[in-house]
Structures are given as C-alpha cells and as structure tokens.
C-alpha cells in the first residue's frame, strides 16, 4: 500500500514503482503531482481506478508505464493520453485497450509498448506515429496482413509482433528491405510464403512458429548484418542453404523443428556463433568441423537428426561450451579417447542420449568437468545474441538464446534465464556403453540430473554417488549393476526421482522417505532385491548373510581398480562370486 496522501511532494519528478508487488489504490494526490517526469506504476497488483484526472496538467511527462496496471478490469481509453504532449515512452501492456478510429496520440513518442492488450486489428493510428522507434504489439489477437504503411514509419527500427494470428505482408517483397527496421519478431503468427526480404543491416529476425515452408530462401544470405537468425518451427525443407557463409556476424542461428535434410555444409558456420540449434530435422552426416572454429560457441543442440559421426572430441577446443545435446542421433564409438582427459571445464548440460556410443569409461572420466563440479556458475557476456536496446529498458526484453526446453527429463522442467544457469544435467542414457560406472562420478557435486540408463554398465552403484547431494533425477535402470544400494542414498534429500529397475540389484531398499514414497516400478525386476516399495520383503536371515558377501566383495573392490566386462550374466550373485564377469585390473 502506498500512504494516503503524497501532496507534499509537489515538486516530484520521477516516481518509479515498476516491478513491485504494491496493491492497494493509487492515492489520487500521486497522479495530480505536474511536475512529474516519469511515472512508473507497472508490473504491481494495485487495484482500482486510476483517477488522473485531466492528464493536460502533466506537461512534461516524458514516461509512462502503465503496464499490467489493470488487469482484465475495465477498459483504458487510449486517447486519454493524447494530452500529453512530452510523452516519449508509453507502456499499456496488459490492459484492456479501446481505441477509437480517430485517435492520435502525441507524436513524441519513440516507444510503445502494447503487448497483450486484446488487440484485434493492427492500429490504424500508427500511421502518424512519425517518431516511433520501439513498437511492440505482441500476444494480441491481429489477423490479417501487416500495413505496408507501418515499414514507412521513418524512425522506426525495432517491431515485435509474435504471437498474434498474421498472415503475411501487404506490399511488394522488399517493403522491409527497403525499410531500417534493426529487429523483427514475427514469431507465433501464420505467416505463410513468399518469405519477406530482409534489409541488409538489421540484426535480429524472429521467425520462429510460422508456416513458411520449401527451401530456405537464398536471398536471406543478402542480410549481411544479422547476428540473430530464428526460422525455428517452421516446415523448411532441403538443405542448409552454403550461402550463410556471407552471414558473418551470425551469433544465433535458430533453425530447430523443420524438416531440412542432407549434410551441414562446414562454410554455412559462422565463427561468432554463440548458439546453434538444428535440432529436430533430418540432417545427416558429420557434425562440422568448421566449429571448432566457434570459439565463443556456448549451445549446441543436433538432437533428433540422423548425424552418423564419432564423438565430436575436438569440441573440447571451445572453452565456453556450456550446453551439448547430441540425443537421438547415430553418433557411434566411445566417449573417450586413451591418453586424453576429456575436460569440458564449462559443461552444465551433457546429453548424448539414444545413440550408438558405445565402450568403457576410464576411472577419471569425469575429472575435467569443472562447472558440474563446483557451485561457480559460469555466465558469460551474451554477446550480440543478447538483445539489449539499452535506451528502451523494456523490462520484459530478456535473453533470447538461453532459453531450451526440457520436458524430457522427467521433471518437466523449461527453465529459462537465470534459473536455467543453475541447471546441470549429465545424459548419456540409451547407448552402449559397459563397464562400471567410475567412482569419479562423485566429482560432479552440482548434478541435478543424472541419467545413465539402457546401458550395460556393470558393477556396482559407486558409493561416491552419495557426494551428489544436489540431485533431484536419477535414473540407473536397464543396466546390469550389481550388489547393493547404497543404504546413505536416503540422506539425499533433493532426490525426487530415482529408477532402479531392470538390474541385478540385490539386498534391501534403503529407507528414507523419499525412496519409499517411489513407484515400485523404479525397483522393479532386481530379482533380489527386497522391503519397501516393492512387495517382496527381507528376512533378517538373509540380511545378515547378505552383509557377509557384501565385506567379502568390498575387499575385492579395494584390491581391484576393476573394470567389469560383461560377457553374459549369470544369475548367480547371491551365492557370493561374481560369475560371468571377468576382473581385469585397470591400468
Ligand atoms: C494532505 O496533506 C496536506 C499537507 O501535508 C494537507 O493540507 C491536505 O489536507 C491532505 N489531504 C488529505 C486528503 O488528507
Ligand atoms: C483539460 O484541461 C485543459 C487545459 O488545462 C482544457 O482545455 C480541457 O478542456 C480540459 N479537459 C477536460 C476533459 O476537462
Ligand atoms: C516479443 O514479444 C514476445 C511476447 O511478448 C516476447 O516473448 C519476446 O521475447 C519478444 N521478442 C523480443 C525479441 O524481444
Ligand atoms: C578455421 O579457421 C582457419 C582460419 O580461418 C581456417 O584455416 C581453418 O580451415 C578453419 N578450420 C575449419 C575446420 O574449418
Ligand atoms: C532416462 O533416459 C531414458 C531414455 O534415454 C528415458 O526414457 C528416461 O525417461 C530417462 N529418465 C528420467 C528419469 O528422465
Ligand atoms: C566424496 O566426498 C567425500 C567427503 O566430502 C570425499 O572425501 C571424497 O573424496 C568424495 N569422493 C569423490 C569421488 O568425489
Ligand atoms: C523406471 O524405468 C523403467 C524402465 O527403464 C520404466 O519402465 C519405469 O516406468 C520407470 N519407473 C518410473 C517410476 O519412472
């Protein structure tokens, strides 16, 4: 609530409470205040009438955000803010706009902002706009063409209309060319062919969610100046066109969700990629080795293609990869080379799920991977990738490139933005890969999730798993481990999830709420495990001969630094030897 009574501060000048959580009535003795320069109310939970007045009084009034200030509660006249004849900055987002077929607001304004107003037709009175720079017109409702009229707007650089219903551009192919607009968001609209010329020095194009389909068309490549290019989700098909080779300054290219084929051309990558994502097509090949030219590379997502290549070791040249997601392709071959310590010192989220990687890892496996094992969150400068559009400070303009969903983790988790650099994920279910999981997993104390499933790892479950307290997923099932759970798994208090199934797992569930609350599924067909959740429960005989294999086996396990190949199981554990496994020292 703010006091009652603020005319004591007749000369205020900039009166700013945006993104706050103030309720309550704004005092009516606030908004009479002339002198003031800046009023910002927006992003709060006040409730009410705004009660101005005669807003003629407000002569210098230069900004004004009303943003989110009346909620699906009454409707704002917008030509009640035509007296204002300094206004530069105007931020109605989120309210209920009625506008009236001969309004005119002031021609001072540079930026407006409008973005869920329940807008239905694009506005006829931005015509006249003549200083407009900033225009955003996004999650309305407005159908049909976008007026050639608006890319005549002679200051106008930055336009966002994504999320609405529209449909295509009135006008000749190159009405945007022939404009100086810097930025473009058309995402989430039904923008269909012909694809639009793009003038040679914007920056930005957003044309993510559309319905552009065929080829991707050449002339883009004319866009020389683009840092950001989104064409995700469409239905683009053929090849990656080579000619992005003249897109120098690409720092983002967006091309995920549409059905483009054939290999990656090496020269369509630009060296100041920050993040590339192609994932969900059917490309094939090699992944490019002209990355390796990238070296501010932070994302790189292929998953769900056909890329058929080894593990991209050399990718361990780029010092800021943060994000690799390979899932769902046929990359093959181990994920380790002898000799090298793989080291992604920048790495939070690894997923190289459902390929054909196959091998062992070495003991020191996950030694170099310093962001997953320390709580340092690395985040680096954004680069150009980062829209800022400084002047403005529209509070809602946020990273653009970071954000990745990831529904398929069992935790349905889309973290976006700061919460998404906290995330640490390490996947590399689905494979091939054997030999025991190496107890250097415990070096990765800042894991959220952990997924080493459908493998054929053997062994038993590291007690170094326990050094993991951050985890909230994990998921070792389909494997062939053996010997016990770890019975201080319990004290992991994040664990949410875990899935143990399908191994040979053997002795009693540890206790802990969080594990008995799981689905018996998670423990389900360990034929020698027992208690709570399953149904199966465990004689105090039987635990007690059970603790007897168990020191016998820890002593082997001291003795040998072992790699368990498997060469067939036989279920035979129980009796106290590890038939079908060969020891091998581990050099
Ligand atoms: C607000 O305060 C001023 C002096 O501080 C006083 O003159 C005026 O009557 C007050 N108004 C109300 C509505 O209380
Ligand atoms: C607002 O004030 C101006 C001058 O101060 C006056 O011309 C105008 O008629 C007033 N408008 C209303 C609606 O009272
Ligand atoms: C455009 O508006 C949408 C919806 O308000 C927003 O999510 C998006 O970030 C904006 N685009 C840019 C480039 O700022
Ligand atoms: C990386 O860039 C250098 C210098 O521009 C070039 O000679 C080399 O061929 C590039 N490497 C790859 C793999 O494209
Ligand atoms: C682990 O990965 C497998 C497939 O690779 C997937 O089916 C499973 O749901 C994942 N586990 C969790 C807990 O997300
Ligand atoms: C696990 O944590 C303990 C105690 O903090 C430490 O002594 C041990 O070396 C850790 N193990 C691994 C593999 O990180
Ligand atoms: C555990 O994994 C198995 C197969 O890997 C799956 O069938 C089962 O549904 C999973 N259980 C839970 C609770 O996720």
């Known amino acids: 609530m703010l006091p009652s009574n603020m005319s004591s501060l ?22 009479m205040i002339p002198s003031l320069i800046c009023l910002d109310l927006g992003m709060n939970d006040f409730s009410g009438p705004l009660e101005i007045g005669n807003v003629s009084k407000f002569v210098s009034l230069e900004t004004l955000d009303l943003s989110f200030y009346n909620i699906g509660r009454g409707i704002v006249d917008l030509s009640f803010f035509s007296p204002l004849m300094s206004l530069d900055y105007l931020d109605l987002s989120g309210n209920n706009l009625k506008m009236s077929s001969t309004l005119h607001l002031p021609s001072s304004i540079t930026s407006l902002a409008l973005l869920s107003c329940n807008i239905s037709e694009f506005p006829r009175f931005l015509e006249t706009q003549t200083s407009l720079e900033y225009l955003d017109l996004s999650a309305n409702q407005i159908k049909g063409q976008v007026p050639e009229w608006l890319w005549r707007l002679p200051a106008l650089k930055y336009v966002n209309i994504s ?25 989430s609209n039904a923008f269909h062919d012909p694809f639009p010329l793009l003038p040679s020095d914007m920056n930005f194009f957003i044309g993510s969610n559309n319905r552009f389909s065929g080829e991707i068309p050449r002339k883009i490549c004319e866009a020389v100046g683009l840092f950001t290019l989104d064409l995700s989700n469409n239905n683009f098909s053929a090849s990656i066109p080579r000619c992005f ?4 300054l690409l720092s983002v290219l967006h091309l995920q969700s549409n059905s483009l084929s054939g290999d990656f051309p ?14 969900h097509n059917q490309l094939s090949g090699d992944l490019p080795k002209s990355l390796i030219n990238c070296s501010y590379l932070q994302f790189l997502n292929v998953e769900d293609n056909k890329f058929n290549d080894m593990f991209p070791f050399w990718l ?34 690894f997923d190289i799920s459902k390929n054909r990687f196959s ?3 070495p003991s ?5 991977w310093s962001a997953m094992s320390s709580p340092v969150v690395y985040f680096e400068g954004q680069g150009r990738s980062f829209i800022s559009y400084q002047r403005m400070s529209f509070k809602r303009l946020s990273s653009y490139h970071n954000s990745v969903g990831l529904t398929n983790k069992g935790l349905d988790m889309e973290l976006i933005g700061s919460g998404f650099t906290i995330y640490k994920t390490f996947d590399i279910s689905g494979n091939r890969l054997q030999g025991s999981i190496p107890n250097s997993i415990g070096l990765l104390k800042e ?22 307290t951050k985890l909230e997923s994990l998921d070792l099932s389909q494997n062939r481990l053996f010997g016990e759970i770890p019975p201080a798994l319990g004290k992991l208090t994040f664990l949410a999830r875990m899935n143990f199934s399908h191994n040979m797992l053997d002795g009693p569930i540890p206790q802990g709420t969080q594990i008995q609350t799981q689905d018996s599924s998670s423990f389900a067909d360990n034929p020698m495990l027992c208690g709570v959740p399953l149904q199966k429960t465990c004689g105090g005989k039987e635990e007690a001969r059970k603790q007897e294999q168990d020191e016998e086996k820890e002593e082997k396990d001291q003795v040998f630094n072992w790699t368990a190949a498997a060469i067939g199981y036989v279920p035979g554990v129980l009796c106290g030897f590890t038939i079908g496994f060969i020891l091998t020292p581990y050099a």
């Open 10 to 31: 007749s000369k205020l000048e900039y009166f700013v409470l945006g993104n706050n959580s103030f309720s309550g009535f704004i005092p009516s003795s606030l908004v």
């Open 359 to 361: 091998g062992v890892l």
């Open 316 to 349: 361990r040249l780029l010092p800021g990869l943060q994000i690799l997601i390979l899932r769902s392709n046929e990359f093959h071959g181990p994920i380790s080379s002898p000799g090298e310590s793989l080291s992604f010192p920048k790495m939070r989220i």
């Open 245 to 248: 080779e003249n897109l120098h």
């Open 447 to 468: 894991l959220i999730v952990l997924n080493m499933s459908n493998n054929a790892f053997t062994g038993r479950i590291p007690p170094s798993l326990l050094n993991l």
């Open 163 to 187: 999320q609405n219903a529209m449909s295509g551009f009135e006008g000749s192919a190159d009405v945007i060319q022939r404009s100086a607009i810097y930025m473009l968001d058309i995402s």
């Open 266 to 279: 090496e020269q369509s990558i630009s060296f100041h990629l920050i993040s590339l994502d192609v994932g």
């Open 364 to 368: 020191d496996y996950f030694a170099g």
